[in-house]
């Protein structure tokens, strides 16, 4: 019985151990294992728990207050007959599903009854008798429309879909021969980013549109798997190029010369930094760039809330955002390779490295 027991807790150990990590994280952890141990230094691993600095605020805190405005539907009966796109509006509004309606649908609802108002002040503007009615819908008609960029937000901020597409994912980008996309999310953020600067002026979009912009953001996987790869290139980054800036890497060529240990190194350059990362590199730069174009542009929407705007600012702002401590260690990092090869000789152009397949 106690052998059937300890042969079940080997088997569950050792296939929790054969569970294997994403193939750019195996990539990063054998680069710094191979630097780390060309040059005697020590590093830390990824902790996927620092991932929670990039959780968005609570929902709670990213909406915005909006007054609830009801328009008697007795009044519209009596007085406005004529205007029967609008009471269809307001019934519809006033339904029982039209007040739990998800701030989504309740944007494009929104933009329809200003319109209906509009065209209603329109069809009454030449009847003396309903001068106090039509004051009514045309002070109706602003407050509502003064509240678009609001309910914008409250739209953005209420969907799981926008929340989705934000998350961070468990594992990054994948490594790929072919080259990633995420067109379809970033063409709907770019188009969610024109509804809300176009607001109050131009009305929002029915809500197939709006729908079709949020599903978008739905289906992707890349800009959640973007934001992990941002953060443990980031730290893979910052540890060898701590490394290579260590005492023990500038004397690696103490007369200026190539080196065994020097060759070891500039072996771990080729075959696996330019080899392995830099195409890796190249691949998130390229995904990154319209991701953080499109989500800083986002942030620049009037009326945004704070902690949505300190959110976006965290990940894609101008100063110490994710994008940013990025591409700083994406410059330290070549930095730090051209000093440590330069000093032995290696460094492209120089005669070690010309003559490295001999040396070899």
């Known amino acids: 019985m106690m052998r059937c027991l300890l042969l079940t807790i080997t088997c569950c150990l050792i296939l929790s151990g054969c569970e294997r990590a994403p193939e750019a994280s195996q990539q990063m952890d054998n680069y710094l294992e191979r630097v780390g141990r060309v040059l005697d230094a020590s590093w830390t691993r990824f902790d996927s728990q620092s991932l929670s600095q990039y959780r968005l605020p609570s929902r709670r805190d990213r909406l915005l207050p909006v007054a609830e405005q009801r328009i008697g539907m007795l009044e519209l009966l009596v007085e406005s007959r004529r205007c029967q796109t609008l009471q269809q509006s307001v019934s519809q509004r006033n339904s029982s599903l039209g007040k739990v309606m998800p701030w989504s649908h309740r944007l494009a609802a929104d933009g329809e009854l200003i319109q209906a108002l509009d065209e209603c002040v329109e069809v009454l503007h030449d009847d003396p008798s309903r001068e106090a009615l039509l004051a009514d819908l045309q002070n109706i008609a602003a407050t509502k429309r003064d509240e678009l960029p609001a309910v914008f937000w409250n739209a953005l901020n209420a969907s799981s879909e926008f929340e989705y597409y934000l998350r961070f994912a468990a594992g990054p980008l994948p490594v790929s021969s072919t080259a990633l996309t995420d067109q379809a999310a970033l063409d709907a953020l770019q188009q969610l980013t024109a509804i809300g600067q176009a607001l109050p002026s131009v009305l929002p979009p029915p809500r197939t549109e709006l729908q079709s912009h949020f599903q978008a953001l739905q289906r992707s996987q890349r800009g959640s798997e973007l934001i992990h790869s941002l953060a443990r290139l980031t730290h893979m980054l910052e540890q060898v190029t701590a490394m290579l800036g260590s005492e023990r890497a500038q004397k690696l060529c103490p ?38 174009q499109s989500l800083g542009e986002l942030a620049q929407v009037q009326a945004i809330p704070a902690e949505t705007e300190h959110y976006l600012r965290a990940l894609v702002g101008a100063e110490d955002s994710l994008w940013e401590r990025y591409q700083h260690q994406l410059t330290a990092h070549s930095t730090a390779w051209q000093d440590v090869l330069g000093q032995c000789q290696l460094r492209p152009g120089q005669p070690g490295w010309n003559n490295r397949d001999t040396d070899a």
């Open 255 to 292: 007369l200026g010369k190539p080196t065994q240990r020097s060759q070891i190194l500039l072996n771990v350059f080729v075959t696996f930094y330019a080899g392995e990362i830099q195409p890796y590199l190249a691949q998130v730069q390229r995904l990154g760039q319209p991701w953080q």
